[in-house]
């Protein structure tokens, strides 16, 4: 396999739909968190950006 080498992160919407599956199906999901945060600390990247405030522009309605 050439990427088992290559660890990546799932996308946000991935990871959520897995966990809420997870959730359903009454299936612990902290081996799935664990293995994510691994991956995260591993890669130095982050699963879920975080986006800056927008700056508003003018006046508050």
């Given at each position: 396999s050439p990427?088992?080498?290559v660890p990546a992160?799932?996308?946000k919407s991935y990871l959520e739909g897995i966990l809420n599956?997870?959730?359903q199906n009454g299936i612990?999901?902290?081996?799935?968190l664990e293995a994510?945060?691994?991956?995260?600390?591993d890669t130095?990247?982050?699963?879920i950006p975080?986006?800056?405030?927008?700056q508003k522009n003018g006046e508050e309605r």
């Open positions: 990427y088992k080498d992160l799932p996308s599956g997870c959730r612990e999901t902290a081996s799935i994510v945060w691994l991956t995260q600390r130095h990247h982050k699963v975080r986006k800056k405030p927008r």
